[in-house]
């Protein structure tokens, strides 16, 4: 059975817990980065950071509004990248059907500089990011050495206010739709996103344009839900 994670928006704080715990659990060093004018550091995904709470703030029927986006690989039930990766360098990009995390190996070091590109462009979320001191392509792999041990990812073990969940696929799907309808009876804009689609099922309670540019993916310059 497949899992999932589902990002309740609605209860982020943006305290940063799950970006700081990924961090941690992959040893991955801190992002050098500085004052732009936004709470949001790093600027963007990178080969160090590879789940970023992204901060919006807007003016919404009269109100300013904080919109935080806890934002990752989503672990796409049919993968664009690696149809892509399959080409170019066999191996390279695995989806473990236990979980349904995609999985990116040492193989994406044969993938050049113009691969990578057709790659991360072809994702709906641009999250592939190249490392440029190891040569790998790297993203979110749903902690799978902690998943495989019946762990869960340390994302969501660390988030102090339930805004990240992970579990079997069908428990997530039930529980964001209550959720949803919860939501519902206060912001009539709530909706899932990518639910059908992706191992990550965010509720958001405003458009997605409001959150991030890729909240709910683009392909081909189309922008979908």
């Not at 049919?78 to 236990?98: F, M, N, Q, R, T």
């Not at 495989?148 to 428990?171: H, Q, V, Y």
Request: proline content about 5%; glycine content about 6%; some cysteine.
């Amino acid at each position: 059975m497949a899992k999932s994670f589902f990002i309740d928006t609605t209860k982020c704080t943006a305290c940063r817990g799950c970006q700081v715990a990924c961090k941690d659990w992959k040893g991955l060093p801190a992002t050098p980065t500085k004052q732009r004018g936004s709470h949001q550091n790093p600027e963007d995904l990178n080969a160090k950071t590879l789940k970023l709470v992204r901060f919006a703030d807007h003016t919404i029927d009269g109100k300013v509004v904080w919109n935080f986006f806890s934002d990752q690989c989503r672990h796409c039930i049919e993968p664009p990248c690696k149809i892509i990766a399959d080409d170019l360098a066999p191996g390279s990009v695995i989806k473990d059907e236990k979980t349904g995390a995609i999985i990116y190996t040492k193989e994406t070091k044969k993938i050049s500089a113009d691969g990578f590109e057709e790659m991360r462009s072809i994702c709906p979320y641009n999250i592939p990011r190249r490392n440029e001191e190891t040569g790998l392509i790297v993203k979110c792999d749903m902690c799978i050495d902690r998943v495989s041990n019946g762990l869960i990812p340390m994302c969501a073990k660390s988030c102090p206010t339930g805004a990240i969940l992970f579990g079997e696929r069908d428990d997530m799907l039930a529980l964001s739709e209550k959720r949803l309808a919860e939501i519902k009876k206060k912001s009539p804009s709530a909706r899932l996103l990518s639910k059908d689609d992706t191992n990550a099922i965010y509720l958001v309670a405003h458009e997605p344009k409001f959150y991030h540019e890729y909240a709910c993916g683009i392909v081909n310059g189309k922008r979908f839900a």
